[in-house]
């Protein structure tokens, strides 16, 4: 991908000679705006080794200041529920099946209990209750919609 950069930095030199304008960028004087890129080609080692920690740093900084989004919980359980429905059903069966155990999960103010990864006989049975009913709901919901 970088020699690609290679021909059209060619090209431009090219460009440039035949139009004349090497020449007329040679006849100008530099001002004093030069000091510093002359300074930083001089000590490029040094400017390298410094602008390194500085612009990481700024980057943390940044971070700390303006944090990226968190994904909450509902939309984590969203995402990994499609996932895993997707694998032996359609997207339009799965998006109304996991809207369904999310608000109902909600409802029942269940979902933390869902993350803890309880293994209570009666929590799974229950889970398997909710799924039951969110399956044949959004069936359900798929033959309104087909029929119409």
């Given at each position: 991908p970088w020699f690609g950069a290679v021909l059209v930095g060619i090209a431009a030199a090219k460009l440039a000679f035949t139009s004349g304008l090497l020449t007329r960028l040679a006849g100008l004087t530099p001002g004093r705006w030069t000091n510093l890129l002359v300074f930083i080609g001089r000590h490029s080692l040094a400017f390298y080794l410094i602008h390194q920690p500085v612009l990481i740093g700024s980057v943390w900084l940044l971070s700390q200041v303006v944090p990226a989004p968190v994904e909450t919980r509902q939309v984590t359980f969203l995402k990994e529920c499609q996932t895993s429905c997707e694998q032996s059903r359609d997207t339009e069966f799965c998006s109304?099946?996991?809207?369904?155990?999310?608000?109902?999960?909600?409802g029942e103010a269940t979902l933390d209990r869902l993350y803890r990864n309880d293994q209570a006989a009666?929590?799974?049975?229950?889970?398997n209750e909710?799924?039951?009913?969110?399956t044949a709901k959004a069936d359900s919901t798929l033959m309104e919609g087909g029929a119409q």
């Amino acid at each position: 991908p970088w020699f690609g950069a290679v021909l059209v930095g060619i090209a431009a030199a090219k460009l440039a000679f035949t139009s004349g304008l090497l020449t007329r960028l040679a006849g100008l004087t530099p001002g004093r705006w030069t000091n510093l890129l002359v300074f930083i080609g001089r000590h490029s080692l040094a400017f390298y080794l410094i602008h390194q920690p500085v612009l990481i740093g700024s980057v943390w900084l940044l971070s700390q200041v303006v944090p990226a989004p968190v994904e909450t919980r509902q939309v984590t359980f969203l995402k990994e529920c499609q996932t895993s429905c997707e694998q032996s059903r359609d997207t339009e069966f799965c998006s109304s099946y996991c809207v369904c155990m999310l608000d109902t999960l909600e409802g029942e103010a269940t979902l933390d209990r869902l993350y803890r990864n309880d293994q209570a006989a009666e929590w799974k049975a229950h889970l398997n209750e909710l799924a039951g009913a969110c399956t044949a709901k959004a069936d359900s919901t798929l033959m309104e919609g087909g029929a119409q």
